[in-house]
């Protein structure tokens, strides 16, 4: 099993970031860095311990923080290849979290237009509402500005209503 190895100093969360914000870091922090876990792989999108792990038996529907799945966390670490790896492993892409995002409020709230044609094609509805704040993928595109997803989302005909949000996530108006 996959042991960790890293400076406690810095979460794996940190490097994630780290890696999406410096590219080309991304491949030598693959390298110095070992996981506690798939979770913590998935969310820092490293394809080839995602599948070390899945050679060892991993669930591909394991859950992390919040009840975030493995296949939502390779959305958010913006890694097509780790989200690949999670399907073809039968994830579930019906899953939801703890806060009832699916992994279409997921891609649109991270402006991955590729991924949410996959997801649409699997059959997930463009106008599920999430279970904590009563936001659409639409809506959540909009409040964090993902703006390919959100036009994507109003060619595919989504409903296009801004409503306040009920939970956390920050209100949005119909103007954006």
């Not at 042991?3 to 794996?12: C, E, G, T, V, Y």
């Not at 959305?75 to 780790?82: F, G, L």
Request: hydrophobic share 40%; charged share 25%.
């Amino acid at each position: 099993m996959l042991q960790p190895a890293m400076n406690r100093s810095i979460s794996i969360a940190s490097l994630a970031l780290l890696a999406l914000v410096l590219p080309g870091c991304s491949q030598q922090a693959e390298e110095q860095v070992t996981y506690e876990g798939i979770y913590q792989a998935c969310l820092a999108g490293d394809t080839a311990a995602i599948k070390k792990y899945f050679e060892e038996g991993a669930d591909a529907n394991t859950k992390g923080g919040q009840g975030m799945s493995c296949i939502a966390a390779t959305i958010v670490s913006r890694n097509k290849d780790a989200f690949d790896a999670l399907k073809e492993a039968k994830a579930d892409l019906t899953i939801k979290d703890d806060r009832g995002w699916n992994l279409l409020h997921f891609a649109a709230t991270n402006d991955q237009v590729e991924i949410m044609e996959e997801l649409v094609k699997a059959g997930l509805p463009l106008d599920e509402l999430t279970k904590q704040d009563g936001a659409s993928a639409y809506q959540l595109a909009k409040v964090y500005r993902g703006d390919a997803a959100a036009k994507w989302l109003e060619k595919q005909g989504a409903d296009t209503t801004m409503r306040k949000l009920t939970g956390p996530t920050r209100s949005a108006s119909p103007g954006g």
